[in-house]
């Protein structure tokens, strides 16, 4: 595996450059914002604004089960609606459970990431069948943001194991949809709509080293990739989060300036500083003039899990 590297005085001092700037993208957040559920593991966390309410879908499984391998048979998507964008976020319903065995999605699903195109509100997910077999990529779609929820029938089968679904609407209705496989190959298909058919444009978005956990929004006339640093491999820190930048949102992504979005600092408004174990999952919300608000991010401490939002400066 190939990885970006640079000199050793010269990475000190971008690193440095990058945290400060950082440090004034994120800002400090109530230590009662976000949404948490007792006797849950909360992963995940994308929100979507509806009137003056904010609606978070999230993935849970059994606190019981083993974190994080209990989601491979037990996670499923709920609801939360909150009036404050900062939550904290109160559980609404089941959205996304288990079906009949017959089904693509049958066993588990889970990293819901919710959208609007035209009239019709979309959930994309990832899920497996009881069957076994790889991951598969699929989505549900609604007219209103509370239900009924039509699941398709099958999934996006692009033949191979698909997760961490992350879509991107233009204005006539096409999708670009970033996805990662069971090796954090990275993955972009478009389509005229969500409802196919979907076509590989690019089968390897960033050889360089892995990433996963993508979110797609458009800036400034440049679409812009945030994910996760798996390995460390761009930034040097395992886990951080980077923002990369694409002129047509599917060839030649290049690190952006600043390239550090997030790392594992949460800073409370009281003061207190919390040093996430893992922050994953990165999902933004933006608002009706295309302005980014606030930062979601999935958050592991003493064996807690929950999805923290924080304001952000962008």
């Not at 959205?95 to 009949?100: H, N």
């Not at 999934?155 to 970033?178: Q, S």
């Not at 592991?300 to 899990?305: A, P």
Request: with cysteine; hydrophobic share 35%.
């Amino acid at each position: 595996m190939k990885i970006f590297k640079m000199p050793v005085c010269i990475l000190i001092l971008f690193l440095c450059f990058c945290g400060n700037n950082n440090k004034r993208i994120t800002q400090p957040v109530p230590k009662q914002s976000g949404f948490k559920m007792d006797g849950w593991f909360v992963w995940g966390g994308s929100v979507i604004k509806v009137d003056d309410t904010y609606h978070l879908f999230a993935s849970r499984w059994p606190d019981s089960t083993e974190f994080p391998g209990g989601y491979m048979k037990h996670s499923e998507i709920v609801r939360a609606t909150s009036t404050d964008p900062l939550g904290p976020y109160q559980f609404r319903e089941l959205v996304i459970g288990e079906r009949g065995p017959q089904y693509w999605d049958s066993e588990m699903a889970h990293n819901p990431s919710i959208y609007k195109t035209g009239d019709t509100y979309v959930l994309y997910y990832n899920a497996r069948s009881k069957s076994g077999g790889y991951r598969q990529i699929g989505y549900a779609t609604a007219q209103n943001v509370e239900g009924p929820w039509k699941r398709c029938d099958k999934a996006i089968n692009f033949g191979m194991d698909a997760n961490n679904p992350a879509a991107f609407f233009e204005p006539d209705g096409g999708v670009k949809l970033m996805w990662r496989d069971r090796n954090l190959r990275v993955y972009l298909a478009t389509a005229p709509s969500y409802t196919g058919p979907y076509t590989i444009q690019n089968d390897n978005v960033w050889p360089q080293c892995q990433l996963e956990d993508f979110y797609l929004f458009k800036q400034d006339g440049k679409y812009n990739m945030i994910c996760e640093d798996n390995e460390g491999g761009v930034t040097g820190f395992v886990r951080w989060g980077v923002r990369f930048v694409s002129d047509d949102g599917i060839h030649d992504w290049q690190p952006a300036d600043p390239l550090i979005f997030y790392d594992h600092t949460i800073n409370w408004t009281d003061g207190s500083v919390l040093e996430c174990e893992r922050r994953e999952r990165p999902q933004l919300l933006i608002d009706e003039n295309g302005k980014v608000t606030h930062l979601f991010t999935s958050v592991l401490y003493k064996e807690k899990t929950w999805n923290q939002v924080v304001p952000i400066r962008f």
